[in-house]
């Protein structure tokens, strides 16, 4: 079971995350003034990173508050937690050695 | 033109006796459920307790109208009951708070809408929205543990503490009030499936234990 770090509550169970998808996708300027095809873009086309990769959670079984993460999508560790709305942070901590998550309880 | 006439709607008659909780029906069934001694583990709902929710920014002058009128401090981060005047208020959110109180509902809820008249946020009267269920007993921990992700431990998951969970999938407010005893808040809705999963829980305790 991989514990996610909430802002607000400290480590929790992932069962309690709803995951959101890719982070920072912008909503478009003008929407009018988009073709049929760059809306689908807007809407459906995400990136599919292997490695760290900024997508959205949300700490659906606790305070519902949305929030930012880099997670690394070969070996799911999360590097970096940080609020919605704010850019990525430009150098997320390396990684630790150890297989452990880096966030965590004792149980 | 019509001039509008508001008309009084306030029921005069006592009605609280019409009223059945949303896990009235397994009363008896949390009765049979109960263990006593070295193992045992009690369950019971306590019904129509007040509960409003309060949705204000945390140090906002709405929030300060709000602590004076209650009577204690709003909770400043995740886990903190704050208690006073017979009022307890659980953090669910950094600007969500659930106050529980014996008091009639539709007072404390005018009295802190008024409080905070004029500011951004809300009081909403949330008495029917959850239950209140109480275990108890040295197997409490135990019977929680079979469903609920947190780390219950006394060296983690203080007396006092509250927070928002899942127990048996079912979202809930849990909050420890003694070295034994917890209350659980579930939604109305879930009282029924939760209640059931509980005394499924606790049933390996009615047993001596087996090594």
Known sequence: MIQIQCPNCGPRDETEFHYGGQAHVAYP???????????????????????????????????RKWFNAIRDTVTYRFSAVYPAGSPRPDNAPAQPDSNDPIVGGTK | MAELTLVETTATQDISALRSSPAAHLAGVFEEACTQGARGVQLREVPFQTMVGLRVAQDSDGAHRLEEALGTLLPDRHGI????????????????????????????????????????????DLS????????????????????????LHPRIFKEGTAVNTNIGHVPVVLWKTGAENYRIYPRASFADYLGRWLIDAMAEFKAPETN
């Open chain 2, 81 to 124: 009951v704050t208690a006073g005047s017979g009022r307890s208020v659980i953090w669910l959110a950094p600007d969500e708070f659930l106050v529980i109180s014996a008091e009639e509902s539709a007072d404390l809820t005018k009295a802190l809408q008024e409080a905070l008249y004029g500011h951004p946020g809300s009081v909403i």
């Open chain 2, 128 to 151: 029917a929205n959850r239950t209140t269920f109480e275990l108890n007993g040295p197997s409490s921990r135990a019977v929680l543990e079979k469903g609920c992700p947190l780390d």
């Open chain 1, 29 to 63: 300027e003008n929407p009018d003034a988009l073709s049929d095809e760059e809306w689908a873009r807007y809407l459906f086309y995400r990136e599919n990173t292997k490695g760290q990769f900024a997508e959205r959670w949300s700490h659906s079984g606790g305070c």
